[in-house]
């Protein structure tokens, strides 16, 4: 994420809009989203920061099915619990997406 701080109504998706490596095209940093390029298996993984040790609860999102949620004090990170969660960008937020092997 390219700004300090992002400011996230419920059930948005967390847009890492600065993106490092996307060899195969499958992530989309306008609106958040990654779609794998090939079927198989895919290793994902995400890294965030609540603001200032307030609590953040986030969920990572496969064709609209919740797969995993994180508590801090299609396929998405997004906000789940209140409207106007409040996150670290700059450096410290990440999501990784990688084929493991083709199906």
């Not at 609540?50 to 609860?57: F, P």
Request: charged share 15%; with cysteine.
């Amino acid at each position: 994420m390219s700004t300090k701080q992002m400011h996230l109504g419920i059930n948005q998706n967390l847009v890492f809009d600065r993106v490092l490596l996307n060899d195969g095209s499958g992530y989309y940093p306008l609106h958040g989203l990654f779609i794998a390029p090939q079927s198989g298996i895919y290793m994902v993984s995400s890294s965030i920061m609540a603001w200032n040790g307030r609590a953040l609860a986030a969920e990572i999102v496969k064709n609209g099915n919740v797969q995993a949620r994180v508590y801090a004090h299609e396929l998405s990170v997004r906000s789940f619990v209140k409207a106007d969660a409040k996150v670290c960008g700059s450096d410290y937020p990440s999501f990784s997406g990688y084929l493991l092997w083709p199906m």
